[in-house]
């Protein structure tokens, strides 16, 4: 069930989506070599709990962390750990929920540690430039479809694919809602958009195929070519005008 929320949800996810950018920020700057994956986990930890909220992402589904931070080849869902330190020229995403009075927000980025290539750059551009051709179709009237599609052809026309195995999803109450928003489809078809439904929009790019798998840890997704993947978040409102970012600074 889709839910449309009223514009006091609303500004209670804009608050939810402050910290979480906030604390997105922090993850950010702490990517650098020779720093581990938990040594950003707990910094989250600690910054969400400061705020008095709660890491959507702790305890779901028995997920062991606050944060999601993918490496490389890694799409989604990374474990932190204290083995896992990050090198010069990796590509590092964090995927972070804030829980705040009832409501969740989710953000992700893809930080450069060091020297990346150009190549590693030019699919952290894209997958940020696919987010936005995406939302601009976040409108009342435009469809899911036409969001999935200007996602895809954006990726296409860059040589990336576009993971189909995972999608963006609805927000509110729970961390995911209806509807899915796929980062693929058809223009002008699928639901229309309306006026205060609040949706997660996450295009996930591949630099080779867009094929995923599923590591033995039951969590970590990652490239089935094992070329590299960078992941754009925002939490967004749909308004009669342009999508409120709700996951912004
Ligand atoms: N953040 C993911 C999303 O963007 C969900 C992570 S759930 C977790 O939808 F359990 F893996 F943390
Ligand atoms: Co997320
Ligand atoms: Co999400």
């Given at each position: 069930?889709?839910?449309?929320?009223?514009?006091?949800?609303?500004?209670?996810?804009?608050?939810?989506?402050?910290?979480?950018?906030?604390?997105?920020?922090?993850?950010?700057?702490?990517?650098?070599?020779?720093?581990?994956?938990?040594?950003?986990?707990?910094?989250?930890?600690?910054?969400?709990?400061?705020?008095?909220?709660?890491?959507?992402?702790?305890?779901?589904?028995?997920?062991?962390?606050?944060?999601?931070?993918?490496?490389?080849?890694?799409?989604?869902?990374?474990?932190?750990?204290?083995?896992?330190?990050?090198?010069?020229?990796?590509?590092?995403?964090?995927?972070?929920?804030?829980?705040?009075?009832?409501?969740?927000?989710?953000?992700?980025?893809t930080f450069g540690a060091g020297n990346i290539s150009e190549e590693?750059?030019?699919?952290?551009?894209?997958?940020?430039?696919?987010?936005?051709?995406?939302?601009?179709?976040?409108?009342?009237?435009?469809?899911?479809?036409?969001?999935?599609?200007?996602?895809?052809?954006?990726?296409?026309?860059?040589?990336?694919?576009?993971?189909?195995?995972?999608?963006?999803?609805?927000?509110?109450?729970?961390?995911?809602?209806?509807?899915?928003?796929?980062?693929?489809?058809?223009?002008?078809?699928?639901?229309?958009?309306?006026?205060?439904?609040?949706?997660?929009?996450?295009?996930?790019?591949?630099?080779?195929?867009?094929?995923?798998?599923?590591?033995?840890?039951?969590?970590?997704?990652?490239?089935?070519?094992?070329?590299?993947?960078?992941?754009?978040?925002?939490?967004?409102?749909?308004?009669?005008?342009?999508?409120?970012?709700?996951?912004?600074?």
């Open positions: 069930m889709i839910t449309i929320k009223t514009d006091h949800e609303i500004s209670k996810m804009r608050d939810a989506g402050k910290i979480a950018a906030e604390v997105l920020q922090l993850g950010g700057s702490l990517v650098k070599p020779g720093v581990s994956t938990k040594e950003i986990d707990d910094q989250i930890y600690k910054f969400i709990k400061k705020h008095n909220a709660v890491p959507s992402f702790l305890n779901y589904y028995g997920y062991p962390a606050s944060a999601c931070i993918s490496i490389n080849d890694e799409v989604i869902h990374g474990i932190p750990s204290g083995k896992r330190v990050i090198a010069d020229g990796d590509i590092v995403s964090i995927d972070v929920g804030v829980l705040l009075n009832g409501y969740h927000a989710d953000t992700a980025r590693a750059k030019k699919l952290i551009e894209v997958t940020k430039e696919c987010f936005w051709k995406g939302i601009a179709f976040a409108v009342p009237g435009k469809r899911l479809g036409d969001l999935g599609h200007a996602i895809e052809s954006h990726a296409h026309a860059n040589g990336f694919s576009v993971v189909e195995d995972f999608v963006g999803h609805g927000v509110g109450t729970h961390l995911h809602e209806d509807p899915d928003v796929p980062n693929y489809g058809r223009a002008g078809k699928g639901l229309r958009f309306e006026k205060n439904m609040t949706i997660a929009v996450e295009p996930m790019i591949n630099q080779g195929v867009p094929d995923v798998l599923q590591l033995k840890d039951g969590w970590t997704v990652v490239t089935k070519d094992g070329k590299l993947s960078a992941h754009y978040e925002n939490t967004i409102a749909v308004t009669d005008g342009e999508p409120l970012i709700l996951t912004s600074l």
